[in-house]
């Protein structure tokens, strides 16, 4: 099992239990990446209007002018490469943990 091409969601080479399991983690992985990036762009706008206005402009501008890709068409393996480049492992981790009930 590629561990990639299960957060891509090809779940071909499975059996349809593992194939169940594997969707069902992705999809709980896939919103608590979300929810925490929403939540880190929010506080990174707020910090920036509140010490930088200047910075906030500039990021708004390039919103406006050049789009913002949603995370929610994203694949997983771009929301993580996302998270750990604006987070840590440990709180990748700690994320991973947070699942614990699938």
Known sequence: ????????????????????????????????LIEALAECEI??????????ENAFREKLTDIFINGKKGYIKMPTKTLIDIFL?????GEFINL???LGGI
């Open 1 to 32: 099992m590629n561990i990639f091409s299960l957060l891509n969601n090809d779940t071909s080479e499975l059996s349809e239990e593992e194939r169940e399991l594997v969707e069902s983690f992705n999809e709980a992985i896939r919103e608590k």
């Open 43 to 52: 506080n990174e706008l707020i910090n920036e209007l509140n010490y930088d």
């Open 96 to 98: 991973i943990e947070s």
């Open 85 to 89: 480049d604006k987070k840590d492992e």
